[in-house]
């Protein structure tokens, strides 16, 4: 039961109210941001703002594995005209906080609208417009009229360095064969054509007019890489097999980038099903074009981190398609350990132990570079879809009312929905999968299995291939899990000197499978 306030009392207490709220909006930081009057349209998209110490930087952007802190802001725009301006609340949507909490001192700052919405994926793009870096010198935040950056530029487009030499490239470019696909699978999920791209590497000696067939590797990319990424791995394959390093095979170089993040052929309410059109519609075709094998012993899967998940989840969901996988450094394949979180735990938090400690996310061997809690929070300032932690959920979680994956956990609090986990258990969840599933997956799986992993891994990744390493030696199943020790997420395929050697060990393997009366040696060993 309530007891009825006088009017003086609660004309004092909206007083109170009104004060506060002045105050609270007194402390909030906006920096103006202009589009430049070279623009020749209205432009929309997510507006970033990225604030760090120092000053001189050529850019100013978010990086995860630096110690030196960068701030962010960021608002949606959805129509700026040239010479229009937006006032960004650097306190409304910032990370790791507001910028009006810092400290007085030297600061740059650089605007970023992400005009595709790909931030969050793979960075800026040359799409995307930025403003020059604004230096900001003995600064302090609210002492004066807010910070002005102009939009006069398109970001410089990115391209991946290539080890090969001219020569190199020009030869392993004339064995790339860029494969563009409309699946009819797809079409039907989306109501609208959607193509499968892949690079076909063809080996050394195949010529259109032989007759000769090849074992055939598919391989996909990892989180943040897209289609170019996958050609210019596929050139350095090629390279490889040139130069007598791995046997002669056709490498199918897969895209897995989508808007929402990877969708790692796997089949989701949410992406559409992916591993459908892969081995129902993209397989065929390519088989039907290229002399490959075209048998079980013959097609063979390869990826690292989220590739790697994607291939050891096309193993276990296509066991009769595949005739072995070699996946390096995958994403979690059990979730009692994703990245170090218990999701199945009563209670379980993704940010924090039950004593309160955060859980770690990145390393760099025994330092801890970043926390669960503070990723999730950067990327939902840098988009609402794209990164890491949401391309989970667009691919495990069930839809929800809204059309989009319902969240796995709490972006403020880190509380698991068990509801959201145990969907994914049921449909994502390799070792639980393979465990319950057994019977009649089993027989196909048997001996077809392999993991590399570092005891170092940067994003902990070794103690969930731990627990389903587990989980398959008490199924006999045969399954071979390798721990490289030392070794991160970033250098577990050197061998010597040689930043690829691990990929020459596993084509020897995957050719021993496919061609068991006939024996292929390295020209020049890679150990």
Not at 110 to 136: C, F
Not at 246 to 251: C, G, H, K, L, R
Not at 458 to 468: N, P, Q
């Given at each position: 039961m309530?007891?009825p306030?006088?009017p003086?009392?609660?004309?004092?207490a909206?007083?109170?109210?009104?004060a506060?709220t002045?105050?609270a909006?007194?402390?909030?930081?906006?920096?103006r941001?202009?589009?430049g009057?070279?623009?020749?349209?209205?432009?929309?998209?997510r507006?970033?703002i990225?604030?760090t110490?120092?000053?001189?930087?050529?850019?100013?952007?978010?990086?995860p594995?630096a110690?030196?802190p960068?701030?962010?802001?960021?608002?949606e725009?959805?129509?700026?005209?040239?010479?229009?301006s937006?006032?960004?609340?650097?306190?409304?949507?910032?990370?790791?906080?507001?910028?009006?909490q810092?400290k007085?001192?030297?600061?740059q700052?650089?605007a970023?609208?992400?005009?595709?919405?790909?931030y969050?994926?793979s960075?800026?793009?040359?799409n995307?417009l930025?403003?020059?870096?604004?230096?900001?010198?003995?600064?302090?935040?609210g002492?004066?009229?807010?910070?002005?950056?102009?939009?006069?530029?398109?970001?410089?487009?990115?391209?991946?360095?290539?080890?090969?030499?001219?020569?190199?490239?020009?030869?392993a470019?004339?064995?790339?064969?860029?494969e563009?696909?409309?699946?009819?699978?797809?079409?039907?999920?989306?109501?609208r054509?959607?193509t499968?791209?892949?690079?076909?590497?063809?080996?050394?000696?195949?010529?259109a007019?032989g007759?000769?067939?090849?074992?055939?590797?598919?391989?996909t990319?990892?989180?943040?890489?897209?289609?170019?990424?996958?050609?210019?791995?596929?050139?350095?394959?090629?390279?490889?097999?040139?130069?007598?390093?791995?046997?002669?095979?056709?490498?199918?170089?897969?895209?897995e980038?989508?808007?929402?993040?990877?969708?790692?052929?796997?089949?989701?309410v949410?992406?559409?099903?992916?591993?459908?059109a892969?081995?129902?519609?993209?397989?065929?075709?390519?088989e039907?074009?290229?002399?490959?094998?075209g048998k079980?012993s013959g097609?063979?899967l390869e990826?690292?981190?989220?590739?790697g998940?994607?291939t050891?989840?096309?193993?276990?969901?296509?066991?009769?398609?595949?005739g072995g996988?070699?996946?390096t450094?995958?994403?979690?394949?059990?979730?009692?350990?994703?990245?170090g979180?218990?999701l199945?735990?009563?209670?379980a938090?993704?940010y924090?132990?039950?004593d309160?400690?955060?859980?770690?996310?990145?390393?760099?061997?025994?330092?801890v570079?970043?926390?669960?809690?503070?990723?999730?929070k950067?990327?939902?300032v840098?988009g609402?879809y794209?990164g890491?932690?949401a391309?989970?959920?667009?691919?495990?979680?069930?839809?929800?009312?809204?059309?989009?994956?319902?969240?796995m956990?709490?972006?403020?609090s880190?509380?698991?929905?068990?509801?959201?986990v145990?969907?994914?258990?049921?449909?994502y969840?390799?070792?639980?999968?393979?465990?319950?599933?057994?019977s009649t997956?089993?027989?196909g799986?048997?001996?077809?299995?392999?993991?590399?992993?570092?005891?170092?891994?940067?994003?902990?990744l070794?103690?969930?291939?731990h627990?389903?390493?587990?989980?398959?030696?008490g199924?006999?199943?045969?399954?071979?899990?390798?721990?490289?020790?030392?070794?991160?997420?970033?250098?577990?395929?050197?061998?010597?000197?040689?930043?690829?050697?691990?990929?020459?060990?596993?084509a020897?393997?995957?050719?021993?499978?496919?061609?068991?009366?006939k024996?292929w040696?390295?020209?020049?060993?890679?150990?």
């Amino acid at each position: 039961m309530k007891t009825p306030r006088s009017p003086l009392v609660s004309c004092f207490a909206l007083l109170v109210l009104f004060a506060s709220t002045a105050v609270a909006q007194q402390t909030h930081l906006f920096f103006r941001v202009t589009l430049g009057p070279q623009a020749t349209a209205p432009a929309s998209g997510r507006l970033l703002i990225f604030l760090t110490e120092g000053t001189g930087a050529p850019e100013v952007d978010d990086n995860p594995f630096a110690p030196k802190p960068v701030y962010i802001a960021a608002t949606e725009v959805t129509h700026l005209e040239s010479g229009g301006s937006v006032d960004v609340d650097t306190d409304n949507l910032a990370y790791p906080e507001g910028f009006s909490q810092l400290k007085p001192g030297d600061y740059q700052a650089q605007a970023v609208l992400d005009v595709d919405h790909t931030y969050n994926y793979s960075g800026r793009n040359s799409n995307d417009l930025i403003s020059p870096v604004l230096a900001l010198k003995a600064w302090t935040p609210g002492s004066g009229s807010e910070p002005s950056l102009v939009l006069t530029d398109h970001a410089p487009e990115r391209k991946r360095p290539s080890s090969l030499t001219p020569a190199e490239e020009q030869a392993a470019g004339a064995h790339a064969h860029l494969e563009e696909f409309v699946s009819p699978a797809l079409r039907k999920f989306f109501g609208r054509p959607i193509t499968m791209r892949a690079w076909v590497i063809l080996p050394p000696g195949y010529e259109a007019s032989g007759k000769e067939r090849y074992p055939t590797v598919y391989w996909t990319h990892g989180f943040s890489a897209t289609l170019p990424y996958a050609k210019l791995t596929g050139e350095s394959i090629y390279t490889r097999m040139a130069q007598h390093k791995m046997p002669p095979m056709i490498w199918v170089m897969l895209d897995e980038s989508w808007t929402t993040g990877t969708h790692e052929f796997a089949d989701s309410v949410n992406n559409g099903p992916w591993g459908a059109a892969l081995t129902g519609d993209f397989l065929p075709y390519l088989e039907a074009k290229y002399r490959m094998d075209g048998k079980v012993s013959g097609r063979f899967l390869e990826g690292h981190s989220s590739g790697g998940w994607a291939t050891l989840q096309l193993q276990v969901n296509y066991p009769k398609i595949f005739g072995g996988t070699w996946s390096t450094s995958p994403d979690p394949s059990d979730f009692h350990d994703f990245t170090g979180v218990d999701l199945y735990a009563p209670h379980a938090n993704v940010y924090h132990r039950p004593d309160g400690t955060a859980y770690p996310l990145v390393r760099d061997h025994g330092q801890v570079i970043a926390t669960f809690e503070q990723f999730s929070k950067m990327e939902r300032v840098l988009g609402d879809y794209g990164g890491q932690i949401a391309s989970f959920e667009w691919v495990f979680s069930p839809r929800g009312g809204d059309g989009r994956p319902l969240k796995m956990f709490d972006r403020d609090s880190g509380d698991v929905d068990p509801a959201v986990v145990a969907y994914w258990r049921d449909h994502y969840d390799l070792a639980h999968k393979v465990e319950t599933e057994w019977s009649t997956r089993g027989p196909g799986l048997r001996g077809k299995i392999h993991v590399y992993v570092g005891t170092a891994d940067t994003f902990y990744l070794d103690g969930a291939a731990h627990k389903f390493d587990g989980v398959l030696k008490g199924l006999n199943a045969g399954a071979h899990f390798t721990y490289i020790d030392g070794r991160t997420h970033f250098d577990l395929y050197k061998v010597g000197n040689d930043r690829m050697g691990l990929l020459d060990e596993i084509a020897a393997q995957m050719w021993a499978v496919a061609r068991p009366g006939k024996p292929w040696k390295p020209a020049v060993a890679s150990r």
